[in-house]
């Protein structure tokens, strides 16, 4: 497939070559590709949605279009360069424009809201299988990341320092700091599952502890995020959702939250995730209909946990009701 590219400059045409070369460099960093296939570099380019501004996405958009064209000229009619041109080249049937990622909004966001929230089921299996063949060093670590967080529900950073203590999984509140946190710890009863599922995740947490030793956990969670990212593009085949849209680390947690709507009281939910208020769940994370399809969830809170949580409504029960009540400032 030969397309003529006309009316531009030297210094435009090296300008795409240099812009196409960078990006697909990053491209095989995030994917861990020595070489991604052209197909693999659009679909990665047409997922990263909310990260570039319009005007970024245009000009990455034009840039990969001419690298393409340009290598076509010497490989005519290469099924790969021909399918990633078309997806490039691809309208929307509505609004016939250009199919492009949904470029950032330059106003501050939530670390909520960025991410994706949802998994299906099938989605859910179609990720493990394709991170079990993308070959990243880390790919075990994500997998165990998605088939134990749509269960758990810990935070990325969470991992790092969780360990099986008497039968709990006693996990570090990340967030305690900001006043959100329900206590410096929080404990999860493992005797709800069964004991493969325990041993299993006694070797993941090895695993983690392991990958420490030589790196950092800012390191290993962003690769881990990578061979997600790569897995995602990968999965597109069976589940295009996956492609379009890439799951990441922070999914899980979502998913896990929107099981625990489904049969937990707000106030169970709060103690599992380590919030102390049963609100920041229900504003910031996945309803209960993204849960669908899932089997009932069996993880369960450390009933203290559950008190410290009612504790808290009724403290700020009071406040709320003198404010209510009380004089009113001026009259």
Known sequence: ???????????????????????????????????????????????????????????????????????????????????????LNATDCETGRLVTPIPCVRTKRQTSAKKRKSL???????????????????????QAQVFFGVDLGLRPVEWETAQIVDGYLVIQNAKNTNDRGNGPTRRLPLDGFGDDYVASLAASLDRIADALVSETWETIHQNVARAMTAASIKAGKMCPSLRIHPACPYTLRHVATARMKVDLPPEVIAAILGHRSIHTASRNYAPARSAKGFRPIVTTADPIAVAQVNAFRKDLAKIESVDDHGPKAGL
């Not at 497939?1 to 300008?15: K, P």
């Not at 393409?68 to 009619?77: A, G, I, L, W």
């Not at 299906?120 to 670590?141: D, K, M, S, W, Y």
Request: hydrophobic share 40%; net charge positive.
């Open 1 to 87: 497939m030969s397309v003529a590219v006309t009316g531009q400059s030297e210094t435009t045409r090296r300008d795409y070559a240099a812009t196409a070369r960078a990006f697909i460099g990053m491209v095989g960093r995030e994917l861990d590709q020595q070489a991604p296939s052209p197909v693999d570099v659009v679909d990665y380019f047409l997922g990263q949605h909310g990260r570039w501004s319009e005007s970024t996405i245009r000009h990455t958009r034009a840039a990969l279009r001419f690298a393409f064209v340009e290598t076509s000229r010497k490989h005519p009619n290469h099924p790969r360069l021909v399918r990633a041109l078309q997806r």
């Open 120 to 142: 299906t089921p099938a989605e859910a299996h179609a990720l493990l299988l394709a991170l079990c063949e993308v070959g990243h060093r880390h790919a075990p670590i994500a």
